[in-house]
Each structure stands twice: as C-alpha cells, then as structure tokens.
C-alpha cells in the first residue's frame, strides 16, 4: 500500500536551517507530483510546495518563497524539503501529500503522518 | 489569490443528524474543489474530489455538490466516526491551492 513517512523535524532556532526527507513506498514515485503542506499548532491547512514528478518545476507558497527548496531523488523514492532562514511563524506539523489528479483536477490522495518543526530560540 | 472561506466555523451535532459545510470561493473555480477529513493528532484523508467524486473507500453517506464559487459537503446520516474538523481546497489557480479554514463537527 502507499506509504509516506516524513522525517527530519526538530527544535531550530530563528533564522537556522533544517532539511526534511519524505520516504515514499507503494507507488510510481517517479510519476507522481509531491507536495508539503504544513499546519502550525491549532491552526489549519496551509499547501507549502509542489514538485513536477521529474523535478523539473517547482512552486511556492509566497510566505516561503526564498527561503524554501523542495526537490527529490527519484532513484530513492524520497522527496525533500530544506528550509533556510527559518521563522517562528514556520513552526508547524509539515506532511508530506502526492498530488492526485483526475480531469485536470489536482488533489492530495496520500499524506504522510507528518512531522513536527519548531522554531524557537 | 483565491480565498476560501467555510461556514459555519464549527457546529454541534448528533449521530444520525444530516450535516451541510458550506465553502464559497472569492472567484470562480469551476469544479476544482476537494474537501477532507481531518481527526485530531492524524493527517488529513481526501474524501471528494472535482467537487462531487467519492473517493475510493470513501463512505456514501459523504456527498459534495457545487461549481463555480460555491460548494457543500454533506453527511447524509452523521456517524460517530465523523467527528472531524473538514476541510475545503481549491486546486483551480495554477500551483497555488489554498484551502478552507476549516469546519469543526462535534458532539451536541
């Protein structure tokens, strides 16, 4: 079955670094477009970044524009996430979602459990 | 950017109750629209796409209906395991989805 599992989250101070990696299993990796989508403490959904299934393109929320670079490794299925210049308002769960689509529709049909980003001096 | 806006914020209700979340987009975005389902502490699980199509594994008591700039999900006949916060996300403008903020069921 499809399995995305997110690793890499911690405790970061403002204006440091933190990559996260997103092991996917149970489907094409390389066929599909990935994404992060994050969700700060009590707060909603929020789509971060998406990823062409070749690498070739990528796009950003405005707030991460900059300071954000997802990409992947499809010979080891693992999408990535490095965060520069973190924030305090970037700490959040950030899961990891394969972009479905059906008539030009796009959607996330498979997340991962997340995981958790503190930014904290 | 399109906004996405619920109603109502939360709401109260029983088992057996037929529940309506509204979404209202600030443009119109045809049928791109899907919602989820969100249960405390887990990942949110796609229940409609395009608006109105079940999900695989998706119970039929879950509905959705809606083009343009509004949209509903409905449960026919709320069951315990539908106490969730639900969510709206458009995926019309290009690579820049947003979603809802979101609708908390909970128990009357």
């Known amino acids: 079955q499809v399995q995305l599992m997110e690793s890499g989250g911690g405790v970061v101070q403002p204006g440091r670094s933190l990559r996260l990696s997103c092991a996917a299993s149970?489907?094409?990796?390389?066929?599909?477009?990935m994404n992060w989508v994050r969700q700060a403490p009590g707060k909603g959904l929020e789509w971060v970044a998406l990823?062409?299934?070749?690498?070739?393109?990528?796009y950003y929320v405005d707030s991460v524009k900059g300071r954000f670079t997802i990409s992947r490794d499809n010979s080891k299925n693992t999408l990535y996430l490095q965060m520069n210049s973190l924030r305090a308002e970037d700490t959040a769960v950030y899961y990891c979602?394969?972009?479905?689509?059906?008539?030009?529709?796009?959607?996330?049909?498979?997340w991962g459990q997340g995981t958790l980003v503190t930014v904290s001096a | 950017d399109i906004q996405m806006t619920q109603s109502p914020s939360s709401l109260s209700a029983s088992v057996g109750d037929r529940v309506t979340i509204t979404c209202r987009a600030s443009?119109?975005?045809?049928?791109?629209l899907n919602w989820y389902q969100q249960k405390p502490g887990k990942a949110p699980k796609l229940l409609i796409y395009?608006?109105?199509s079940l999900q695989s594994g998706v119970p039929s008591r879950f509905s959705g209906s809606g083009s343009g700039t509004d949209f509903t999900l409905t449960i026919s006949s709320l069951q315990p395991e539908d106490f969730a916060t639900y969510y709206c996300q458009q995926s019309y403008s290009s690579h820049t989805w947003t979603f809802g903020q979101g609708t908390k069921v909970e128990r009357k």
């Open positions: 443009q119109s975005i045809s049928s791109y």
């Open positions: 979602a394969r972009a479905g689509s059906a008539a030009g529709v796009y959607y996330f049909d498979y």
């Open positions: 395009e608006a109105s």
């Open positions: 990823i062409w299934s070749d690498g070739s393109n990528q």
């Open positions: 149970g489907f094409t990796f390389s066929s599909s477009g």
